[in-house]
């Protein structure tokens, strides 16, 4: 074996990575890329199912929540226009599903319109 031939094999599977990427289309890269910034704000938020030990609680992080909803808010907003109503809705249903969750496990909730994610979204109440 060559030195080359681990480097070609190398070269080869990025290029196949590449390819691969390029035969998805934007709303199902900008889609994933939501349900796992949803399924992380989740967690943070406490919503994790308790397991026999009751990790979810223990998993809870409002400061990690915080910026994983802001960032879910602007991506599901800035995205919208070009997701279509379906995916959109069901995009902003479960943002504005942890928005609420995270007031809830708030111990001092924040101000109307101050809360993660609500520059971008309105206030939620």
Not at 15 to 37: G, M, N, P, S, Y
Not at 40 to 62: F, H, I, R, T, Y
Not at 82 to 99: E, F, T
């Amino acid at each position: 074996m060559s030195p080359s031939e681990p480097e070609s094999s190398s070269t080869t599977a990025e290029a196949q990575a590449v390819r691969d990427i390029a035969d998805v289309a934007a709303v199902e890269i900008i889609t994933t890329a939501a349900v796992h910034l949803m399924s992380a704000a989740a967690v943070k938020c406490g919503l994790a199912e308790d397991g026999p030990d009751g990790a979810g609680s223990e998993l809870m992080d409002l400061d990690e929540a915080r910026k994983l909803i802001t960032a879910l808010a602007a991506l599901v907003t800035a995205s919208a226009p070009d997701l279509g109503n379906q995916h959109a809705r069901s995009l902003r249903d479960g943002l504005r599903s942890l928005q609420l969750a995270f007031r809830e496990a708030s111990a001092y909730p924040d101000a109307p319109g101050e809360g993660p994610g609500e520059k971008f979204t309105g206030s939620v109440v």
